[in-house]
């Protein structure tokens, strides 16, 4: 599937850290794009690691039950799990097991020609490795993926998203945006004014806009499809104030 511009259809969403909200956003995207399309898009999880598959705190679980992905599961959507906590080659060398980048890319330039636009989910953050010189960054690039950077967003956010940006665009990503991390209520009502400040100066250092703000909305633990249903239907919502993110959003995935 390609967008007007003949490009395929497409976001690869990665971070400039870990716990920023990457899944809650893949699977949130993917929700809103069910909504206003009447399909659902591709979601892919190259590896996940720290978890098992079925868990409740599985990305995997995560995006199959937010991204209302009913069709698929949690095994089509991911294509690697470690047990072990840590960035996925250093977990996969706990199991005496390697991840193979060529296979990965394959995978994604499979997927990137089957019916309907590609999400993908990375791993931490942009820097984070595949092997000892292939990084998340550096699939979005070969992937010819615009990148989507979940930024966190308080003290230490304007170096963290310039480095990730940088480092993105020295791997060869060509497109990119950011969207700041949401933050409770009450935390965003007393340091709103500090996160927009932030968010210019990194707009200012890099050119690379900062569309939005996620909505704080958790995902639910549990296996309550009621309470999925709510969580989507919450974030659907929230995403029709954004007008600058659901824009590009159609314009990467082709809606």
Known sequence: MSD???RTAGLFVSSTGTELGKTIAVSGISAWFKVHTKRSPQVWKPVQSGVQLGDVNADSYRLKHGGWLTDVSEKEIVSSTFSAPLAPM?????????????????????????QGPLLVEGAGGVAVPFTPNKTMAHLAADLELPLLIVAAPLLGTISHTVTAIHYARNCGVQEMKVVIGGMTPQLQEERLSDVEENAAIIEELTGVPVLAMMPWLPHPVTYSEVKWQLWREEWVQAMEQQQAWTDWLSQCLGS
């Open 4 to 6: 007007v511009k003949g």
């Open 90 to 114: 250093a977990a996969a060398r706990r199991e005496q097991s390697t991840i193979f980048y060529a296979a990965l890319l394959e995978e994604g330039r499979r997927r990137m020609e089957r």
